[in-house]
T-cell receptor, first 109, second 114 residues
Framework: KNEVEQSPQNLTAQEGEFITINCSYS?????LHWLQQHPGGGIVSLFM???GKKKHGRLIATINIQEKHSSLHITASHPRDSAVYIC???????????FGTGTRLTIIP | EAQVTQNPRYLITVTGKKLTVTCSQN?????MSWYRQDPGLGLRQIYY???????DKGDVPEGYKVSRKEKRNFPLILESPSPNQTSLYFC?????????????FGSGTRLTVV
């Protein structure tokens, strides 16, 4: 079992829909990260969370430390949101970064 | 412009020929790290560095070396590349690891070892 599991692996939605991507982890962490990778390959850091909730524009990230679960939400989705979204955790104590395998999101106009 | 610069972007080499992929950041970041990305396996951490002269192994360090002699540079060295090191490589940096700061990633280096 992977230490970081994401669901769904693939998600296709219509423009304007509310999107939720989930991340569960099995190790103790000091932080959780959400990353975005566009088809060209570049990776952008969206959020870094250790508790609670963060919001940036139409993106919202939440984390529940007790349940070892995080969600990334996109409101009013747009075709430019089409990308691979990757969850990663900083392992508590050894500073290693462990990644989920990503969620491929496609927003159809 | 604040950025992480990786070079080269693309590289095709032969088995056993030593190579270095450079990574440089202009943001005075303390933390730097290297990752490889493979289909079906996602991103995996190779090495990371918390500061100058401090480096640690990630999950897949075999076959790689790094050094951090200066804060801005963190080169990845493949002493004797093999075909299983064919991959997409990313370097990243962060101001203070575990702080309220995210990572800045380089544009990636696509390496093919034949």
């Amino acid at each position: 079992k992977n230490e970081v599991e994401q669901s769904p692996q693939n998600l296709t939605a219509q423009e304007g829909e509310f999107i939720t991507i989930n991340c569960s982890y099995s190790v103790g962490i000091s932080a959780l990260h959400w990353l975005q990778q566009h088809p060209g390959g570049g990776i952008v850091s969206l959020f870094m969370l250790s508790s609670g909730k963060k919001k940036h524009g139409r993106l919202i990230a939440t984390i529940n430390i007790q349940e070892k679960h995080s969600s990334l939400h996109i409101t009013a989705s747009h075709p430019r949101d089409s990308a691979v979204y990757i969850c990663a955790v900083t392992n508590f104590g050894n500073e290693k970064l462990t990644f989920g395998t990503g969620t491929r999101l496609t927003i159809i106009p | 412009e604040a950025q992480v610069t990786q070079n080269p972007r693309y590289l095709i080499t032969v088995t056993g020929k030593k190579l270095t992929v450079t990574c440089s950041q202009n943001m005075n970041h303390e933390y730097m790290s290297w990752y490889r990305q493979d289909p079906g396996l996602g991103l995996r951490q190779i090495y990371y560095s918390m500061n100058v002269e401090v480096t640690d192994k990630g999950d897949v360090p075999e076959g790689y070396k790094v050094s951090r002699k200066e804060k801005r540079n963190f080169p990845l060295i493949l002493e004797s590349p093999s075909p299983n090191q064919t991959s997409l490589y990313f370097c990243a940096s962060s101001l203070i690891h575990r702080g309220p700061y995210g990572y800045t990633f380089g544009s990636g280096t696509r390496l093919t070892v034949v």
